[in-house]
């Protein structure tokens, strides 16, 4: 099987180009001798996960901050200048394919070749699979020939499914001891990074000289915190997406008859609908957020929808583009509470043509008011994380299917004077996934690569490899590493107010802050998307010429750097401390007393429990 | 409602970029002297049509070929050194909004003001409905601001409907003279072009100082002959049809558990199908043209699938691309014939649910086969042109039910030993409609709205703009134009044998030839895409480095130049002509006569229908 893996591809003219484009390095990882930083160490959100942390994952929590940098000062590690003895890394893509993961097993071989000629570099073939039955494939430059700035994960494979049992655990530790690997790579999601952080644990306290390295790629862009800026593949999946929403809402404004209802891909967070939106101006975004957070049923949703077009239509408007999230079915209460029950009896092993029968009362009313085709979708089992299977469930089409009847309704009460509403759905959630990467991200990717190199060369363990500033230029990325346990925390369920029960502790896929700037951003202008079809088309991606430095709105609206802006703290205080020396003068020592103790004063109550309590009244 | 129209777009990054952009004219077009040269009169295919020609359009029937050139010789007309009084023209979008139109609009409105900065330019809101009505905008430099190399047809709104009517082509008529217009330029594909054929014929009868001037614009590809190469927008089409499938591919590949069936745009035809099988290397092509041309039925087109399912699994291999035409249905024998049947019900004013019950014996049986979803699309009211509601019929899904239900039982017969067979479905109809056009279709559809300013100028009635040697370089680009009674002909339909029917007189949508150049690219590939997986990503459309300057295989491969060799043969008749006038030698004129009289007795035999008979025996 390993035969159909890493041959060389056809390549097209644009291809070949791609194939012989050589990413830009941020210049900490350009540099002749690359220093290592440790920051402080991490702490946890809560003292709930601390605890769970320090029982569960005691050999990994409380790691510090890394930084790499260039010109390693005198008290820094230096990762480049020692003599480098030879390693052996292994790889492994897991989940679904997203546009930029060859480059970052690309920029780990160049790094790790760069290093010690005699590193070596090996892929697991088909994801986890490979890694625990250890079917490999060597990375050598001819492998990588025709992969290089090219889409898919058809390298090497991918991982079907979650590491989830202890069984599975042992494997891959087996794998790596019989392998003698010193480095183990996991491209993948929050649920991949999480199986990074179980075999960092797992290894560290079976003494297994393997690191574990997690690195940030999924499509849906909700790895993110405040050390991930962004996610390798969202920007591409974006661009790819918005280059067809805005085709269609030209479509649309073109042919003047057609509502079309389109679900992207993004599975139950909306980040890849809003920046959609920001990008293309489409009339409507249903955002699963702001679904979930007014709790809008299906009714609500409808009508709020049937409201523009019968807006529209007084304004001889009969066409019109609305955009939705893949999840958006988990984010309506009563189709997530509908859900749960019949996951719950599938679970318990009752057959899906009988689920129906067996559940609440209400559920059935509710099951049962549904169309034959969305029926038979919710009744397929759950995925290994235990969500739906999202891109099955044709929510567009209930909407549009549910919209038609309400318009049918207010024609014959005499509300609505419009013409005929024909809707045509859409789900975009295979169309991106093979793309060829985006500049940004070729770039971002090939550089991660290098800095997980640099993680398993100063022996660090259950580390995320990062790159901060990503919203400015190469020039100015900061690469650096966070202990993956520092993502990682527990959601708490309520269902009943007086029993709170702990869930798994983990990092959890992010949804779109409804508080945040990008939102903010879609906020201020989405009243004249309804009416005005302002449509935008940012066209297709682009290699050469305008256009193919631009970000996502997503990136360039995010939080600046928080992890520049701890390293900066940290030198912040190393100057404090050179320049208040035994030996300085009373006035130094004083000025930096009382200005030191204000400092201190200040971040100690606003960082207590009861200040941010405060600020939420 | 004409607020809607022509108003200022936002641009993205991108946008600005190309309305910025300036198309490259051929010598021809940019010449100080644009000179006019009148080739032979042009004739019919067959005697039939012919007399069908000469009986209902007498007018426009046998006018000749026109080629446009630099430095006009002393003999031919100039249409840029007299004087230009000034002329009004009117401009209507036909049929699907197409990638390029707009630029058109651009290249004839440069091209007028070019000639007299008093000539004007009025766009028909909303297609024929505003040439019937008058709804009209005046196209100036401020309305094409935003709109120059962008996609869609949202400058003007388009036709939704073929022009039908006596009624209909008087309104237009009695618009062309209120509005005083010199000149009507209708864009679209072969419906339309036979529309402006009759609306040419009816104001030449009428004696309306109108001239009617087509231009070949639609998203199937299927206005070819010897005059038209290629239709502006196909290009683009192919593009991001291509940019879809090639992604799909990478995903199938890397994800090894789905079968993906695609069904491309292109109504009945199978060009663009075809063309991104050359662009992507899917493992399968279901052409249209293949199917019919070997009477395959549905069970025969299943099994096929159903056979390279087998093959594939047999080799580890549980994924698969399959594309195929939009229009296949109207392709497969049996289901074009139940189409046939429930369409002649439907006119017939049987109401759409008692149309099964009227069914012949064998028609109600493969009828009722159907699952209920394509049952209820097979009796949707067939379109204005008498086609089914080609984009409505989901065969591609169809078709993976009956591969899936076909697999399940070699499975049980135990032939079939490979993984559960997972089809996912797409019908590509939409997404690439609004798309911004290649910088091919900017730069021809510029060029051929010049060429449409040079007929009227000319004073020329019932042509159609074209550009011929487009595969070359476009300082290589012919201008001209050819009677557009030149390129229809008469169907004959024969159900029974014994009684030919005669159809109407039309040009007919070009399908792909089985004997060209492009299948046969195909055919000596296509064997090895059913089991190589050597799938080849064209990528997204650039607009500059490389890949921004490649054609389609379609163009490449197609037929050189038959326009610009018709004019090649006129200058060597006209040298012969030059050289032996009387008073010279007897030598030179015994030559000449030797040879022509030879040329042209092998021409006559060639040319005999006997021998055209022979060749196909």
Known sequence: MSGFYGVPKDLSVLQKQRVEYSPELPPSLRAEKIGIEYSDTTTSADSLSY??????????????????????????????????????????????QTPGGHNVVWGLYDALKKNNAKNSLIGFIGGSEGLFAQKTLEITEDVLATYKNQGGYDLLGRTKDQIKTTHQLNEALVSCQALELDGLVIAGGANSNNDAAQLAELFAASKCKTKVVGVPITLHGDL???????????????????????????DALSAEKYYYFIRAIGRKASHVSLECALQCHPNMVILGEEVASSKQTLFDITNQIADVVQARAQKDKNHGVIIMPEGLVESIPEMSALL???????????PADDVASQLSPWASALFEFMPPFIKKQLLLAPESDGSAQLSQIELEKLLAQMVETEIEKRKKEGNYKGKKFSAICHFFGYQ??????????????????????????????????????LKNSISKWRCGAA??????????????????????????PATV?????????????????????????????????????????????????????IKDLQDHLHKVQNIVKPGCSQDVLNVALSSMASVTKILTIISSPSHSDHSYL
């Open 51 to 96: 605890s769970l942390l320090t029982q569960y994952l005691p050999h990994t929590y409380g790691q510090p901050l890394v930084h790499f940098v260039e010109n390693a000062a005198a008290d820094s590690g230096d990762c480049t200048t020692k003599e480098h003895p030879v390693v052996k890394v292994g790889f492994v893509f897991c989940g679904r």
């Open 224 to 250: 993110k915190n405040q050390f991930v800026e962004a996610d390798v593949g969202f920007d591409t999946i974006c661009k790819v997406n918005s280059q067809l929403v805005s085709n269609i809402c030209t």
């Open 340 to 350: 749960n029950e019949i996951h719950s009896q599938l679970k318990r092993g009752v």
């Open 432 to 469: 991106a996934r093979g793309s060829l990467p985006s500049k940004f991200d070729c770039d971002y990717a090939y550089a991660l690569g290098h800095v997980t190199n640099h993680i398993i060369s100063a022996g660090l363990n259950g580390y995320m490899a990062t790159i901060s500033n």
């Open 483 to 508: 202990p993956i346990t520092a993502m990682m925390s527990v959601n708490q369920f309520a269902q009943d107010p007086s029993t709170k029960t702990v869930g798994k502790l983990a990092i959890f």
């Open 513 to 565: 802050d409804l508080k945040g700037k990008t939102y903010e951003m879609y906020k201020k202008n989405c009243t004249s998307y309804v009416m005005d079809d302002i449509y935008r088309n940012p066209g297709p991606i682009q290699y050469e010429g305008p256009g193919s430095e631009e970000k996502t709105f997503t990136l360039c609206t995010g939080e600046e750097d928080y992890m520049g802006k």
